[in-house]
């Protein structure tokens, strides 16, 4: 089965400073890994994801994250944080469901990390 | 604009109602789903469908229903059996396996 931890709850960092998201990940084969960004009462919004090419990860507003199958994490990064950046952060990875058609998938998402930036 | 449409944005319920929560979308992608979101749980699946016609129970289907009529169109029903329905409902599809997930924006259902 496949599941997956964000390691803290809520990350608090300085404006400028910069942002580690830590995201622990189990899966029974090779997974397909996303991190969603998600802004109070809107829907999610993709930043990246990894699908077992480069390991490492670019994606946008800045944000990176490194694959690493060794240590089952893929933890989010950013080198400055800016303000805008304040949200709650998901770590995802794909699961398959026991019957295929057409290409669904299951997607395992982690409890989430809320990120505060301080002025 | 290609996207996911839910509505309505805000939605209250009496105890004992059912309400219908809906979903469309015109991006072509054959799979859509339902999940639900409480403070601190992250999204738990309630319904997924792969193609027109068929539907599968995710992890927390009690009190729920779908239907998938057309490609576009997948609402979802809360019925009265769901002893807590009020959370934060997502609709989201997907165009294959492996590939990433498109949300739209949400529908906040409360209890009144």
């Known amino acids: 089965a496949q599941s997956v931890t964000q390691l803290d709850s809520h990350v608090s960092v300085s404006e400028g400073t910069p942002v580690l998201l830590r995201c622990n990940y189990s899966s029974s084969y090779s997974p397909s890994l996303f991190w969603y960004v998600q802004h109070p009462n809107k829907g999610l919004q993709l930043l990246l994801k990894y699908t077992s090419a480069a390991t490492l990860v670019k994606g946008i507003n800045g944000f990176e994250a490194e694959f690493k199958k060794s240590e089952t994490s893929f933890h989010l990064t950013k080198p400055s944080a800016h303000m805008s950046d304040a949200a709650e952060y998901f770590c995802?990875?794909?699961?398959?469901?026991?019957?295929?058609?057409?290409?669904?998938?299951?997607?395992?998402f982690g409890q989430g990390t809320r990120l505060t930036i301080n002025p | 604009d290609g996207g996911i449409t839910q509505s309505p944005k805000y939605l209250f319920r009496k105890e004992g109602q059912n309400v219908t929560l809906s979903c469309e979308q015109n991006?072509?992608?054959?799979?859509m789903y339902w999940y639900r979101q409480d403070p601190g749980q992250g999204l738990r699946l309630i319904y997924y469908?792969?193609?027109?016609?068929?539907?599968q129970k995710g992890d927390i289907a009690e009190g729920y229903s779908v239907s998938r009529e057309k490609k576009e169109s997948f609402p979802l029903t809360v019925t009265s059996a769901q002893k807590n329905p009020t959370a934060f409902y997502l609709c989201?599809?997907?165009?294959?396996?492996?590939?990433?997930?498109?949300f739209g924006q949400g529908t906040r259902l409360t209890v009144v």
């Open positions: 469908s792969q193609i027109v016609n068929d539907f």
């Open positions: 991006l072509n992608h054959d799979a």
């Open positions: 989201a599809t997907t165009t294959g396996r492996n590939t990433e997930a498109f």
């Open positions: 995802v990875v794909s699961a398959l469901p026991s019957l295929i058609i057409q290409g669904a998938q299951k997607l395992v």
